[in-house]
């Protein structure tokens, strides 16, 4: 009997086709010196454009060696190859993949071929989505970083509120609303890139200005001994990192002259006008799934196992933390189990003071 054959994914081949007219364009790359220097027909290669036919291996080969041998190493142009691709895989449920190729592949000329490798063998059925995000490194048996998230793990739960839906509170919406909203883009219904501009766009609206952050942080307060306990992680040589769905001028503002203490801080970003009036809602690429990523990445820039970092969070969008293999801490959990062992490793239920975590180290 002959073998069973599956026909091409028709998402990932109009994907494939998708990116690689993007990569052409965006890089002014001609598909016609292509054509000419590997002896293709310009109808082959606007076929593969179009998303209607896959290129076979022999010709793959010639497209990633056309394109490295191309200076792809813009730093904006390829950051916008990355949001397109990200645009795509995250709608696809590949988040860990794409993270994976963003860290393995950093120069545009790298990731844009082996992306475009990657799209074919999902289309071909030849490989999966799931890409293990873990780094291959011996633990040494001891912590060497830390990774906090902000809202609710560093701060009080103050009236059961995030600090998003302080913000909306603030300027005469509902918590409601902005429950729902963030419950849209939870359950995949839009993106995180329409969610923070929908929120933009609201908060626009009432003209949100820099003051109303200073009336958010007046109503912030860190859990007890935040100082004494960064200053223990400090003085033993363990890095100190945030990374939340929070706000960046928040959490700055917030832990003042303890940022000393902070390696980076990853979260969404406001943009202010001239007039303090606010112009743009930057989006993370860091919370949810990515906040697995960014452990990696610090696991990968460091070169240490995930297992020598500990990550410390409380709520639903801190699930994914452990599949980066890092060690994980749930305290003050809100909406998410803290006694599921296959999220997280260890919880305080009712942590007070920060100096509690030392004990998990």
């Known amino acids: ?13 109009k994907a494939f086709g998708n990116t690689l007219k993007k990569i052409f364009v965006l890089y002014s790359l001609s ?9 293709i027909s310009e ?16 010709f793959m080969k010639e497209i990633k060696e056309f394109i490295s041998q191309t200076e792809l190493d813009d730093i904006t142009k390829t950051k916008d190859l990355q949001n397109y691709v990200a645009a795509f895989m995250c709608s696809q449920g590949a988040e860990e993949a794409f993270f994976v190729y963003k860290r393995r592949y950093p120069s545009g000329t790298s990731f844009a071929g082996e992306i475009l490798t990657f799209y074919r063998d999902v289309a071909k059925h030849r490989t999966s989505l799931d890409v293990p995000l873990v780094v291959d490194a011996t633990s040494t048996g001891k912590t060497q970083a830390i990774v906090f998230d902000f809202d609710g793990t560093l701060t009080k739960n103050n009236q059961h509120c995030t600090i998003w839906e302080h913000l909306w509170m603030n300027l005469g919406y509902s918590k409601t609303q902005c429950q729902e909203l963030y419950q849209r883009y939870n359950n995949k219904e839009i993106s995180h890139a329409e969610w923070c501009k929908i929120t933009e766009a609201k908060f626009k609206e009432c003209h949100f200005h ?9 109503k912030i307060h860190l859990l007890r001994d935040v100082r004494k306990t960064f200053k223990i992680l400090s003085d033993d040589g363990i890095k100190i990192y945030i990374v939340s769905g929070s706000i960046d001028i928040i959490i700055k503002k917030v832990l003042g002259n303890l940022n000393q203490y902070i390696e980076e801080t990853k979260a969404n970003y406001f943009k202010f006008d001239s007039n303090g ?44 933390a452990c599949r980066s293999g890092a060690r994980t801490l749930c305290i003050n959990p809100t909406l ?3 006694f599921d062992k296959k999220v997280w490793n260890n919880c305080i239920q009712s942590c007070e003071s920060l100096g509690e975590i030392l004990a998990f180290l």
């Open 1 to 13: 009997m002959g073998r069973n054959y599956q026909k091409d994914d028709p998402i990932w081949r």
């Open 31 to 39: 598909y016609q010196d292509f054509c000419e220097k590997y002896h």
């Open 43 to 58: 109808s082959t290669v606007r076929y593969w454009m179009a998303g209607e036919k896959l290129p076979q291996l022999q």
């Open 210 to 218: 820099r003051d109303h952050i200073e009336k958010i942080v007046s």
């Open 277 to 320: 009036f606010l112009m743009e809602i930057v989006g993370t690429h860091y919370d949810n799934l990515g906040k697995a990523y960014y452990i990696s990445q610090i696991a990968e820039e460091l070169n240490i196992s995930p297992q020598d970092i500990l990550f410390v969070g409380n709520s639903m969008n801190d699930r994914f």
């Open 336 to 338: 998410t189990d803290p």
